[in-house]
């Protein structure tokens, strides 16, 4: 996902923990335990990988 900050992109990967529709905003899990909260109009691209199992 590439995420737009104060004039820079920068990208973080993780799994889309929850979509929260009333504050607009993403919690990814970068990584066991490790989240972070990405507002939708900062998401300026996104790559899709399925997972299997």
Same mark, same amino acid.
């Given at each position: 996902?590439? &995420?737009w900050? %104060?004039?820079f992109?920068? !990208? &973080? =990967?993780? !799994? +889309?923990?929850?979509?929260? $529709?009333?504050?607009? %905003?993403l919690? &990814?899990? *970068?990584? $066991?335990g490790?989240?972070e909260? +990405?507002?939708? !109009?900062?998401? +300026? @691209?996104?790559? =899709? *990988? *399925?997972? %299997? @199992?």
């Amino acid at each position: 996902m590439t &995420i737009w900050n %104060e004039g820079f992109t920068h !990208d &973080i =990967s993780g !799994d +889309v923990h929850y979509v929260n $529709p009333v504050t607009y %905003e993403l919690r &990814i899990e *970068l990584q $066991p335990g490790e989240f972070e909260r +990405v507002a939708f !109009d900062r998401v +300026v @691209g996104v790559v =899709s *990988l *399925l997972k %299997e @199992g």
